[in-house]
C-alpha cells in the first residue's frame, strides 16, 4: 500500500537520513516547497532545541514538515504552538484515555513525561517544523522523564502516527493562516501543562528564574509571575515544574 498523506502534504520516505530536519532543508535548497514531508526510519544525527542531541531509535517517529508561513516573518514562531496543538490531536486520537498535554515551547507531554520533542528552523522562505515521537521507546531521559506510545498499549506505528499528524496539522495550519494565532493560544492552553502552577525558567546554563506559569501573551510569549508579582515575558528556555534537576 502506498504511504501517501493528506493534501497539502507530499512525503520523501527514507530509511535513514542524518536529521530530517537537515534533509528538510536540502530539499528547500533543491526547490522543495510548502507541504513537502521528509520521514526518516532512523536519524544519525537527530537534532534537539539548544543544541541538544534527540536520540532517535528505529520504531519512533522521526519527521520534518515544510511549510510556508504565509503571514508575517514575525508570526512564523507561532508555527511551534500550531505544531504542538495538532500533535497533541493527533495522539489523543490515537490513544484516546491518555492525557496528552502541550508543555511550552514546544513539547507534547504524555501524563507529565514527554513524548513529543519539535525543533522549528527556517529554510527560508520556508520554516521546517521537525517533529520526533516517542512510539516504540522512550529514550534515557535527559532533561526530562519521558514516556513512550507503547507504554500506553497503544499499537500506532510510525506511518499512522504521521498520518495523523499531518491531518491534523493540515487543519490547524488553514486556521492559523486564515484567522491569525488567536485561537491557536486558545486551544493550546485548554490542553497546557502546569498552567497556574510554580515553574522554574532556566534562561541559560547560569540563569534560571523561578514564579508562576501566568499563560502566554498575545504573540506565545510564555507570561512567568515573579515572586515580586512583577510579569516577565520569556521569549525562550527550559522550564520545568518542579524543583530544577
Ligand atoms: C527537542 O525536544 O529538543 C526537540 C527535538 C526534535 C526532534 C526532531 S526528530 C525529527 C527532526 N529532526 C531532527 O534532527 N530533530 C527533529
Redesign the pocket.
Known amino acids: 500500500m502506498m504511504n501517501t498523506l493528506p493534501p497539502p502534504f507530499h512525503l520523501i520516505a527514507l530509511d535513514n537520513t542524518?536529521?530530517?530536519?537537515?534533509e528538510a532543508k536540502r530539499q528547500a535548497s533543491a526547490g522543495a516547497g510548502h507541504g513537502t514531508v521528509i520521514w526518516?526510519g532512523r536519524?544519525t544525527?537527530?537534532?534537539?532545541?539548544?543544541g541538544?542531541n534527540?536520540v532517535?531509535v528505529e520504531g519512533n517517529?522521526?519527521?520534518?514538515f515544510l511549510l510556508d508561513p504565509g503571514r508575517p516573518l514575525a508570526e512564523a514562531p507561532q508555527l511551534a504552538f500550531v505544531a504542538a496543538v495538532a500533535v497533541r490531536a493527533a495522539l489523543a486520537e490515537l490513544a484516546p484515555g491518555a492525557l496528552f498535554q502541550v508543555k511550552w515551547p514546544?513539547?507534547v507531554l504524555c501524563h507529565g513525561k514527554?513524548i513529543?520533542?519539535?525543533?522549528l528552523e527556517q529554510a527560508a522562505p520556508l520554516i521546517v517544523v521537525?517533529?520526533?515521537v516517542n512510539i516504540a521507546e522512550a529514550p534515557e531521559p535527559g532533561l526530562y522523564p519521558t514516556a513512550c506510545l507503547r507504554q500506553l498499549g497503544c499499537g500506532a506505528r510510525p506511518f499512522d502516527v504521521l498520518a495523523g499528524i499531518a491531518s491534523q496539522l493540515a487543519e490547524w495550519y488553514d486556521c492559523w493562516r486564515r484567522d491569525g494565532f488567536a485561537p491557536i493560544r486558545q486551544a493550546w492552553l485548554a490542553d497546557a501543562a502546569g498552567l497556574s502552577a510554580p515553574i522554574t525558567v532556566r534562561l541559560s546554563d547560569d540563569v534560571t528564574l523561578e514564579g508562576r506559569f501566568a499563560g502566554l501573551d498575545a504573540t506565545g510569549a510564555l507570561l512567568l509571575e515573579l515572586p515580586s508579582g512583577e510579569q516577565r515575558k520569556i521569549l525562550a528556555g527550559d522550564v520545568f515544574f518542579s524543583s530544577r534537576p
Open positions: 542524518d536529521s530530517t530536519n537537515d526518516a536519524q544525527a537527530g537534532r534537539g532545541r539548544r541538544r534527540w532517535s517517529l522521526h519527521c520534518s514546544n513539547d514527554k513529543v520533542g519539535m525543533l521537525g517533529i520526533g
